[in-house]
């Protein structure tokens, strides 16, 4: 349960392609955003920290001008100085802080506060200036502009200039902050990253609905791969020109050699489809070696005149019935079929106990010939004979190079092709070399001479007496005669 649980979640966070395209783009389209905004945010703060600098510059320099004029005559334009330093707080300039005048008196060699006023409202005109505070302010007048703490120091010395010489009244000074600016870009910042994430949301439902149709070719052609790994061999339609077209095309061309290959592999024996899978192509040449072999060979008896007497379709039918029925049961047993001649069928027999299990193959054929006749009569006109030998054969491709067949040949193979001629329906016949390797189980009736053909001496045959084989015991167990 923890192990399908696991399964579940590994397939549910498993990063495909889809996820990654469109985490991707989307990271891309993020840090664009990003970007966009953090260059419009330090502009606007650019922008308005000019803009801010200009604007109290020039109040200073206006107030400044009308300070000189007020301080020059004495307490009598202070009045109009205050009540101006007093409207422009009163206009909530933000990021204003305070203004004030520092008058000098010369014969008591101190200053005091001609003008003052801040955003708190606080008067102190007419207070004396500590000595540590005017050497501030001096410090600062030296520079005209301070930034100190976020805050920003306009300071000037105030002279009278008159025809004959200048005369030093004292210092101005006005200071603001840019914290109205702060909070100005703080919100905006806000307001843009809300807006950046809404478009990073949507931005993500399209590339993820664009990136799903962009690879969705991809998944059809990742899932015909999962299911001709199957067996299922089905093409994929092939859409649009680019490149995952040209590799649909590609895949179709390759389903299609599959299907060749899977129809091609019903025509040839499983030795000649061994032998293209251990070879490559150019390694594949005509030549044999020598392996020792059992050999049978079945053939349909009375077949021709059934084919006379009966339409082709029922006497494809009825063929085909019988070689499938042949095959399978061979194959049961561990033989190779190798060939059709009509309605004869070559197999091959290999390994331990070659013998006995072609033996047991050819007893299972004319078993279930004895049953088919029982279900259906017609099978009654069609019978098998079966001739097994076993020996030193010539095995090898066959032919030219252009057409080759990978078989069987030599003496051992002819006999038992003449072997299955001689026998009679219902008949296994084999030879002395056979009848050697077969266990005791097998009844034997024999030996016998036939006359076969291109052979200068008779040979010992034997028939095998199927009927007297216990059908309930098996003639061998992992590799050992019973």
Known sequence: ?????????????????????TLTFSLIFLGVIIYLISSLLSEEERDFVVYADENFKTIFLTINAMG??????????????????????????????????????????????????????????????????????????????????????????????????????????LVFSYDHISKVIAKRRQDHLTLGMLCFLLS?????????????????????????????????????????????????????????????????????????????????????????LCIFFSDVRGFTKF?????????????????????QLIREHGGDIDKFVGDEVMAIFKGEEKEARAIEAAIAV??????????????????????????????????????????AIGDVVNTAARLCGAAKAGEIIVTEDVKTKLPESIALDGPFNLPLKNKSSNLNLYKVIYDQVKRNVPLHQDGVVA
């Open 68 to 173: 000189e004029e007020a301080m020059s005559v004495g307490s009598r334009d202070r009045l109009a100085l205050k009540t101006v330093v007093k409207s422009i707080f009163e206009s909530e300039i933000k990021g204003l802080e305070k203004i004030f005048f520092v008058r000098y008196n010369p014969q008591k060699d101190e200053y005091r506060y001609f003008v003052y006023h801040d955003k708190a409202g606080q008067d102190f005109t007419d207070s004396l200036v500590s000595a540590a505070e005017i050497a501030t302010v001096k410090e600062r007048a030296a520079k005209f502009q301070v930034i100190e703490n976020g805050k920003v120091y306009l300071t000037q010395k105030v002279v009278y200039k008159t025809p004959i010489k200048d005369v030093f009244l004292g210092y101005s000074q």
């Open 204 to 292: 993500l439902v399209i590339i993820s609905v664009v990136t799903a149709l962009l690879i969705r070719r991809i998944k059809l052609l990742n899932e015909a791969t999962r299911e001709a790994s199957q067996g299922k061999l089905d093409t994929v339609p092939v859409k649009g020109s680019d490149e995952i077209a040209e590799l649909t095309h590609s895949y179709n061309e390759m389903i299609l050699g599959l299907r060749e290959r899977l129809l091609m592999s019903r025509y040839v024996s499983q030795s000649t489809i061994g032998l293209i899978r251990q070879k490559r192509m150019e390694d594949i040449d005509l030549g044999g070696s020598r392996e020792h």
């Open 1 to 21: 349960m923890e192990q399908r649980q696991s399964n579940k979640w590994l397939k549910i966070l498993r990063l495909t392609l889809q996820r990654k395209y």
């Open 307 to 327: 084919s006379e007497l009966h339409d082709a379709q029922k006497v494809v039918i009825y063929l085909n019935h019988l070689l499938n029925m042949q095959v």
């Open 366 to 407: 004319q078993r279930c010939m004895s049953q088919l006749v029982s279900e259906d009569t017609l099978f009654s006109e069609l019978r098998v004979g079966i001739g097994i030998n076993t020996g030193e054969v010539v095995v090898g491709n066959i032919g030219s190079r252009d057409r080759m067949d990978y078989t």
